[in-house]
């Protein structure tokens, strides 16, 4: 399974368009590391937990969006974006989508 | 006694948001469903180029959004979660919901342009804005989907 | 090249566990770990506030004795002078055989209720009701009452009480509740009783001090017999205040029985004074 932002993958013809596919996921890190990156948050710097928390939930929204794209009888997805949006303080949402596409 | 008022109120919008939000949830998804199936024929891509085979009349912007909130159930149950964290799945299903509404509200815009394609499309969400230092405001999201709808030349 | 938007699987994105049940199972677990730490918080409370030196638990308290709203100590007629120097009399005999700490002050307080109890609280303070000291059988019996509430203040049962009340109370506040709202139940729970252990405690003790006094444990019994009796005879109230600060249960009973026999069989009883103002002991 191929993915890319761009329109199409380079060096290989694009055979079909399945339309738009997308994953989702809405996560959270127990509620000590949301204390630490509390704290954390006093002297700046990277907060891993949540970086780490936002990493985890694309890698699960990409792999749903293959997902769907798999179910469609896709072999690629192009134009892929990301969006992430905060709804509840500490959860992360993160939303992945693009079209579907059989390359050759 | 109060205490017992508190709970008491507490467990009565748990089962409020319970009930009543689970049957919404479901017939959201039932009507969710039958949408899609209508406008099947209104296709949507995230791509920038438009099929170079066909001809078009013309494109223009059409946006999909719609406001979703969250009941009192799903907000317990997932701020019950976030304490362990891991997948929040009462606020999954939500944007599930939001999402897709925001795209058939977009195709339901193109076809009544006319129009049989959406390029370029883009999802985003947003937050409503809630008074930060009220915890218990709920809160509600704004789901809004655009792109350009392209109208045929020659109407199949 | 083809265009199509064939049925995707939207349901990859909810994912399709039980809400509800795993809700619910969070709950429970939530409940599990408040609840232990609630009753860790209470442990550790307990014994930091047992850490107080027992001259500055008096001076917070000073005169005043918590937990007791008629307090009868003035002597307003002949006869309760005269019980109260009675008790004091004989709580200072008793206190005498039991090995209290150094500056450990004992004062006695007489309440006019008719209920048969007695109570232990902050600053060495001893409260006993009219109604135990009109219904116990003998001087040892009342001997009895007085070491066990004394073997309480030295195990410094009550301020290791309100030491584990006030740090489930700084739990209510640190979870967001109002401790103002909770503190009245937790503190009514408190004075409920101590725990099982406590009691078991401040019995042996009480058993000790008995012995020393009167060089057998004789008449303990009857005490709880007494009160086990008022317990069924006043069944519509607070059965739980005299059953829990003191259980009554058969096991207890028998425990004071064998103590009783270990030690020197069956001794005579002293007997308490008669009270003046009824002319009768029941």
């Given at each position: 399974m191929e993915i890319s932002n761009l329109d199409s993958i380079p060096g290989k013809a694009i055979t079909r368009h399945l339309g738009l596919v997308q994953g989702s996921t809405v996560r959270s890190k127990h509620v000590g590391k949301d204390i630490f990156a509390g704290l954390k948050n006093i002297v700046g710097g990277e907060l891993k937990a949540y970086t780490e928390l936002l990493n985890e939930s694309r890698a699960e929204a990409t792999e749903r969006m293959l997902a769907q794209a798999r179910a469609v009888g896709a072999n690629a997805v192009v134009n892929v974006r990301f969006a992430t949006s905060n709804i509840a303080s500490g959860a992360a949402e993160v939303m992945a989508y693009g079209t579907a596409v059989v390359v050759q | 006694m109060e205490l017992i008022i508190q709970f008491g109120v507490i467990a009565f919008l748990l089962l409020l948001g319970l009930v009543f939000g689970r049957a919404a949830e479901q017939r959201h998804f039932r009507e969710l469903k039958q949408k899609e199936l209508i406008l099947r024929e209104v296709l949507v891509f995230?791509?920038?180029?438009?099929?170079?085979d066909q001809e078009f009349r013309s494109a223009n912007l059409v946006v999909g959004s719609v406001v979703i909130a969250e009941d009192y159930f799903k907000r317990i149950a997932a701020s019950l979660k976030s304490l362990v964290g891991g997948r929040l799945t009462a606020y999954e299903s939500l944007m599930d919901r939001g999402r897709r509404e925001a795209i058939i509200r977009m195709k339901q815009a193109a076809r009544e342009a006319g129009a049989s394609m959406i390029f370029n499309v883009r999802i985003e969400t947003a937050r409503l804005s809630?008074?930060?230092?009220?915890?218990?405001a709920l809160f509600a999201a704004e789901f809004i989907a655009y792109g350009t709808a392209l109208v045929p030349a020659t109407r199949p | 090249m083809s265009w199509e938007n064939p049925p995707v699987p939207?349901?990859?994105?909810?994912?399709?566990?039980?809400v509800l049940a795993e809700f619910l199972r969070l709950l429970a677990g939530l409940g599990i770990c408040v609840l232990a730490l609630a009753a860790l918080l209470y442990f550790a409370g307990g014994w930091l506030a047992r850490w107080v030196p027992i001259s500055t638990e008096a001076a917070w308290v000073g005169d005043h004795v918590i937990g007791?709203?008629?307090?009868?100590?003035?002597?307003?007629?002949a006869g309760n002078a005269h019980i109260l120097a009675q008790l004091q009399a004989l709580t200072a005999r008793v206190a005498a055989n039991?090995?209290?700490?150094?500056?450990m002050q004992v004062r006695v307080h007489l309440s006019s209720?008719?209920?048969p109890n007695a109570f232990a609280t902050l600053g060495g303070h001893l409260v006993v009701n009219r109604g135990l000291y009109r219904r116990m059988p003998s001087e040892n019996a009342l001997a009895l009452v007085i070491a066990h509430e004394l073997g309480h203040i030295k195990a410094r049962d009550p301020i290791a009480a309100v030491g584990g009340s006030a740090s489930l109370a700084l739990l209510t506040v640190a979870l967001g509740g109002d401790a103002r709202s909770l503190a009245p139940g937790i503190a009514r729970l408190v004075q409920l009783g101590y725990s099982r252990q406590a009691e078991s405690a401040a019995d042996a003790e009480a058993l000790l001090g008995l012995h020393r006094l009167y060089g057998h444990a004789g008449g303990a019994a009857a005490v709880f017999e007494v009160l086990d009796d008022y317990g069924r005879e006043h069944r519509e109230i607070s059965m739980p205040t005299l059953l829990s600060t003191h259980p009554a249960d058969a096991r207890r009973i028998q425990r004071m029985r064998d103590a009783a026999a270990d030690w020197n069989g069956n001794p005579p009883l002293v007997p308490l004074p008669v009270e003046e103002e009824t002319g009768a002991r029941p």
């Open positions: - | 995230s791509e920038k180029h438009p099929p170079a809630e008074s930060d230092s009220n915890r218990q | 939207h349901e990859v994105n909810a994912s399709r566990e039980s007791l709203s008629g307090l009868d100590d003035a002597p307003a007629d039991m090995d209290l700490p150094q500056g209720s008719d209920v």
